[in-house]
């Protein structure tokens, strides 16, 4: 990790964009929705819908910048076997996407405990480098640890 100049920041946060929640109030709240560029955590009781927000931004990534999308890719990495495919197709369908193709633009893994998660952030790492990719998802980052050192 290296210093910039203001100037490269300022010129870096203009290719930033905005994903879509879903929810046109949630959206209002976070000022337009989840920022790219950012770690945004979502934390709240058991069953609130986080994972549903985060099944859909994996989808939302995906769309056009203009309908509040990244035009990439997303991973996933799921610490609590809470993945649904079948719930992305459905959200691909609501947002008028080709379920299949939605499916194909999201790079899944179940990591069993908290090192297993931390080579799988290295692995994402690289396949993020090599296409377009707009969103990462952990859901949830600290359950394993919790799990593994408490």
Avoid at 53 to 71: F, K, R, W, Y
Avoid at 76 to 98: C, H, M, N, V, W
Avoid at 102 to 124: I, W
Wanted: glycine fraction near 8%; include cysteine.
């Amino acid at each position: 990790m290296e210093f910039k100049t203001a100037f490269d920041a300022l010129e870096d946060r203009k290719h930033l964009v905005t994903l879509s929640t879903g929810s046109v109030e949630l959206d209002k709240l976070l000022e337009g929705g989840i920022k790219t560029g950012s770690i945004t955590e979502i934390f709240g009781e058991f069953r609130t819908g986080k994972t549903q927000i985060c099944h859909t931004l994996c989808v939302t990534s995906q769309m056009p910048v203009n309908d509040g999308g990244a035009e990439g890719k997303a991973v996933y990495i799921d610490t609590e076997g809470s993945f649904r495919p079948k719930r992305l197709e459905q959200i691909a369908e609501r947002f008028g996407l080709d379920p299949t193709v939605a499916l194909e633009n999201v790079a899944y893994a179940r990591a069993h405990n908290s090192e297993h998660q931390m080579e799988l952030l290295k692995t994402a790492a690289a396949i993020m480098s090599q296409d377009r990719y707009s969103l990462m998802v952990v859901d949830s980052a600290t359950a394993l640890f919790r799990t593994d050192y408490i």
